[in-house]
């Protein structure tokens, strides 16, 4: 993932940690939008790192609709 891809998942960890989960959903959701365009194991690797992240914060409904999208799974 480049340019917009990257910055949207590296706004979206800053915004998980100044725990706006709004906000960190939002831009997520732009992030796995805009990765949906590309094949990239580097791609894979950030929304991995972007959903270790988002994951303390499940609870928010929020923050379990990005998860469940990432994850594919339900839960």
Request: glycine content about 12%; hydrophobic content about 35%.
């Given at each position: 993932?480049?340019?917009?891809g990257r910055r949207h998942v590296v706004i979206a960890t800053a915004q998980?940690?100044?725990r706006d989960l709004d906000a960190a959903a939002q831009t997520a959701t732009t992030a796995m939008d805009i990765a949906a365009t590309v094949e990239s194991g580097r791609c894979t690797t950030l929304l991995s790192d972007l959903a270790a992240e988002l994951e303390p914060?499940?609870?928010?409904?929020p923050v379990s609709a990005v998860l469940?999208?990432?994850?594919?799974?339900g839960t």
């Open positions: 993932m480049a340019g917009p998980a940690r100044r914060h499940r609870a928010a409904r469940e999208r990432l994850t594919g799974d």
